[in-house]
């Protein structure tokens, strides 16, 4: 039988019409897509990628009908109906049209790569931030300069010096006696069986101690003071004491000249230990033994009786143990290398013979504590007090120092060196202030001095302080540190005062123990009739 000609179909079509008459996959309909010729489309004018959209099929022109035919049976079927796995394998190897792909994924990727750029920057700069943070807060500066300060005093050469061990004898004979000096009086307003019982039970301290102030040379400047902190011992304060109670002692047995030589003493103790500037509790301790020795003085001298030949003798002895603005300046310079021996030990460049009790480095062993910047502090502060110390003029309070960022808790490059610094500087920064007092206080007793010398000698109380130039009792007035005017003297009252370090006067006020008021130190003359004389 001849079948009549049909329009050649194509698989995808013949796919479609096999069977029972049903579409057949739209797997099936993509091969017919792929086979279409592609469509011309402006993809330049798409800004944004759309998604793909499912292929459609066209619907055949029924221009012309097509002739139905017939089910084939089952036993027969079509040889071209179907493409065989052979021929249709080369199809689907087939590269995938443009037409079916979605546009390319190029801004994505640009932005990724755009974020990771980012990232890395931002990364970066965080590396160099911790860096520059960990450079900031470990690294220290180098040495700076410090010529000025460097002490300029001769080096002890001796092998060995017994001085150090009999202040330490002394020191360790002294009786505690710190009942009575609870009292809060001068040992001169005590009972006279308290004073008799002090001194006999004290009697070999003071023995030592004569012994120790027969010694021509102290040997300040030997390396062996650096070894241990003699001047720190809490057992001065009662040695210091002592030769108060002494001196009241003995003006109560009416042994004036004997009272009068164990305050000298005292004046001795703080010439001597004044030289000593090993360690900064020895100038502490000389200003202390200063003021007890000038208020000791003020005592015996308004009621003494002395001749003034004897008077004389022992106003050159005091006039000699007073302490001098230079040593304080060459004190300053001992304390800061001490202070720079503690902190850099043999980084100092110091002879390892003067480390402060042989210690090889005191420093705080924390982070956050930079050596050398924290030397330099030390020196900017000790140049401060210095210059202070060479003022003509006493300043009116304690010099202050610049307020420092990073205290008690703070976490800045050299918190830990500051705070090490501000507590050790509250050590020095009184010197200056206290200086100018304990100056004042000897101008007082020298000036007493001499109007005392001038009632024994002329009989009478001078009408000024001028006069006492005049009668050749003093060489020059002594002048208030205070003002730089000679001291204020009243003859009408008996008094002679300084201003005081609030720079106001009030016209003297007395005080026990004499001269105790730092805001107007003022001295009684012990003459009550001083007003009728004249």
Not at 331 to 352: C, D, M, R
Not at 513 to 521: G, Q, R
């Amino acid at each position: 039988m001849i079948r009549p000609h049909t329009p050649k179909e194509t698989p995808a079509e013949r796919t479609a019409h096999s069977g029972d008459g049903a579409w057949a996959s739209p797997w099936g309909l993509d091969h017919e897509w792929q086979d279409a010729p592609p469509a011309k489309k402006k993809r330049e004018v798409i800004d944004e990628p759309e998604p793909p959209l499912p292929p459609k099929v066209e619907a055949k022109p029924k221009a012309e009908p097509r002739p139905q035919v017939p089910a084939r049976p089952p036993t027969r079927p079509e040889p071209v109906a179907e493409e065989s796995p052979m021929a249709a394998s080369p199809r689907v190897a087939e590269k995938p049209r443009n037409v079916s792909t979605p546009a390319p994924h190029r801004p994505p990727l640009q932005v990724e790569r755009e974020a990771s750029w980012g990232t890395l920057t931002v990364l970066s700069m965080g590396l160099l931030l911790f860096v520059f943070v960990a450079w900031v807060y470990i690294h220290d500066e180098p040495p700076g300069f410090d010529q000025d300060l460097r002490p300029r005093r001769l080096v002890d050469q001796a092998l060995t010096i017994r001085t150090p061990e009999k202040l330490k004898k002394f020191l360790a004979s002294v009786t505690p006696m710190a009942g009575d000096a609870a009292r809060g009086r001068p040992p001169w307003l005590w009972d006279t069986p308290t004073l008799s019982r002090i001194v006999q039970a004290n009697g070999t301290a003071l023995d030592n101690l004569r012994d120790l102030l027969e010694d021509a040379d102290w040997h300040a400047s030997h390396s062996a003071w650096h070894a241990e902190d003699v001047c720190g011992d809490a057992r001065w304060r009662d040695a210091l004491l002592l030769k108060q109670v002494e001196a009241a002692y003995l003006s109560r047995r009416q042994q004036e000249a004997e009272a009068f030589t164990a305050a000298i003493d005292l004046a001795e103790i703080g010439w001597r230990l004044e030289q000593m500037h090993a360690w900064p509790s020895g100038y502490q301790r000389s200003l202390e033994a200063q003021t007890l020795a000038a208020q000791t003085l003020g005592d015996l001298l308004r009621q003494t009786k002395l001749p003034e030949a004897t008077l004389r003798q022992f106003q050159r002895q005091f006039s000699v143990c007073q302490p001098t603005r230079e040593m304080l300046q060459s004190a300053l310079n001992a304390f800061y290398v001490h202070e720079k021996k503690l902190i850099l030990g043999p980084g100092s460049q110091e002879p390892l013979d003067t480390m402060p009790g042989g210690a090889q480095l005191r420093r705080p062993g924390r982070l956050f504590f930079k050596p050398n910047e924290t030397v330099q502090l030390f020196a900017t502060a000790f140049r401060q007090l210095r210059d202070e110390a060479r003022a003509p003029l006493a300043q009116t309070s304690d010099i202050r120092l610049k307020e420092m960022p990073g205290g008690e808790g703070s976490v800045q490059p050299n918190s830990e060196g500051r705070v090490y610094f501000i507590r050790h500087m509250k050590t020095y920064t009184p010197l200056p202030a206290q200086l100018d007092l304990v100056r004042t206080r000897g101008n007082l007793i020298i000036t007493l001095f001499a109007i005392r010398r001038c009632i024994a000698e002329k009989k009478t109380v001078p009408a000024s302080l001028e006069q006492l130039r005049s009668f050749n009792f003093l060489l020059d007035v002594p002048l208030d540190p205070y003002t730089g005017a000679p001291l204020q003297y009243d003859l009408a009252r008996g008094v002679i005062w300084s201003v005081g370090n609030d720079l106001k006067t009030s016209g003297g006020k007395s005080t026990e123990p004499p001269m105790n008021d730092a805001t107007e130190p003022t001295l009684e003359i012990g003459i009550k009739m001083a007003g009728a004389v004249n």
